[in-house]
């Protein structure tokens, strides 16, 4: 493997949570999968204080002392801690089907959410990242991630597609990573390639990557698919989509050198002597299915797509990979 490739453990909603705070299950999962091999560990899918969570599982982000546990559980093992900031909206449903034939509706009803919202909503919540930011910061995370990938609410809103006022946003967004930078904080955006729908898909894409590029977070984290139109694209297992995420990933990162991304879809998988000096490595199901995995890359995800709790109508993470855990 080539040196100097950061690797990230990417966001993840574990379902470890009880009364919405993380409990004990999700420091073990956390500390077991942390090491000096792994530069930062992104924990998923938070919900900022006032939002909305993509199901009933999704912790919400607070005071509470919990949150200083899960970061200092990943800091002692020699990992970065990191938090992934999302939120949905009021009356948002996660489609439990992987493809739910109503593309172009989820579209529609994307734009019709930001309308909805107004400038002055958009503004509050926007206030809500920064307050989440605080608390963030306060309980030691030192990587904070928008999550603008998947369909959710930050997603819409920076995207010119979805959002008429997207340059605005993005310019707060920009002002929350300088900010951070300042305090010698690392910042990434989550973004996705594609949504799913293929006619939302072929206009506009090139010019939103752009306007992302553009944007100065240290790491743009690739990712791709809207959860409510495709969730294959989110995490593909078919060798066609991984191939086809990967390859797009690449002529992102090769179509701006001087930013940083972040490549997953088995991405230990991937020949890398042919990923650019620009792309580092996001890991998230191969170090489910093996805590150790950067110590023993042969032991991993075998695809057997258990792990997607929610669609199965389950409620916590579980692997038949990794039996050394609850
Ligand atoms: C069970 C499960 C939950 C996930 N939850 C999130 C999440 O909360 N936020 C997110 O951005 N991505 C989430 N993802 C997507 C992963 O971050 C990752 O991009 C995807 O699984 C592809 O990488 P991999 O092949 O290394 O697993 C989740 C993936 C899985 C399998
Ligand atoms: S449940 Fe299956 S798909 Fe998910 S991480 Fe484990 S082996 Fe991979």
Not at 68 to 84: C, N, R, Y
Not at 94 to 118: M, N, W, Y
Not at 180 to 205: K, P, Y
Request: hydrophobic content about 35%; aromatic content about 8%.
């Amino acid at each position: 493997m080539s040196s100097g490739k950061l690797k990230f453990f990417v966001g993840l909603n574990t379902g470890y949570v009880t009364h919405g705070h993380p409990d004990e299950r999700y420091i073990e999962f956390y500390r077991r999968r942390s090491s000096p091999a792994l530069h930062c560990a992104i924990i998923g899918n938070v919900v900022i204080p006032g939002g909305f969570g993509s199901n009933t599982k999704t912790p919400t982000l607070s005071h509470t002392p919990v949150w200083t546990t899960v970061a200092s559980a990943i800091k002692e093992q020699g990992t970065l801690p990191g938090i992934q900031l999302a939120t949905t909206w009021e009356g948002y449903i996660g489609s439990k089907s992987f493809r739910p034939s109503t593309a172009h509706e989820t579209i529609d009803r994307s734009r019709q959410v930001v309308r909805q919202l107004g400038s002055k909503k958009i503004t509050s919540i926007l206030g809500s990242l920064d307050d989440a930011t605080n608390i963030a910061l306060d309980a030691g995370f030192r990587h904070l991630q928008i999550h603008a990938a998947h369909g959710y609410l930050f997603n819409l809103l920076i995207d010119h597609r979805l959002n008429e006022n997207a340059a605005e946003v993005r310019s707060q967004l920009a002002r929350w990573a300088m900010r951070l930078t300042a305090v010698h904080v690392e910042t990434s955006i989550r973004i996705s390639l594609r949504s799913g729908d293929e006619h939302f898909d072929a206009n506009g894409r090139d010019l939103f990557y752009e306007q992302i590029a553009g944007l100065p977070f240290d790491f743009i984290d690739v990712s791709s698919g809207f959860y409510n139109i495709n969730k294959q694209l989110i995490y593909p297992g078919r060798p066609d989509l991984l191939r086809a995420r990967r390859a797009e990933t690449i002529a992102l990162a090769c179509r701006f050198p001087s930013r940083r991304f972040i490549l997953s879809g088995r991405a230990l998988l991937a020949s890398q002597q042919d990923l650019p000096s620009n792309l580092h490595i996001g890991l998230c199901r191969d170090l489910i299915a093996n805590p150790n995995y950067l110590a023993d890359t042969k032991k991993g995800c075998v695809n057997s797509g258990k792990c997607h709790y929610f669609s199965r109508g389950t409620d916590q993470l579980t692997c038949a990979q990794w039996t050394d855990e609850p």
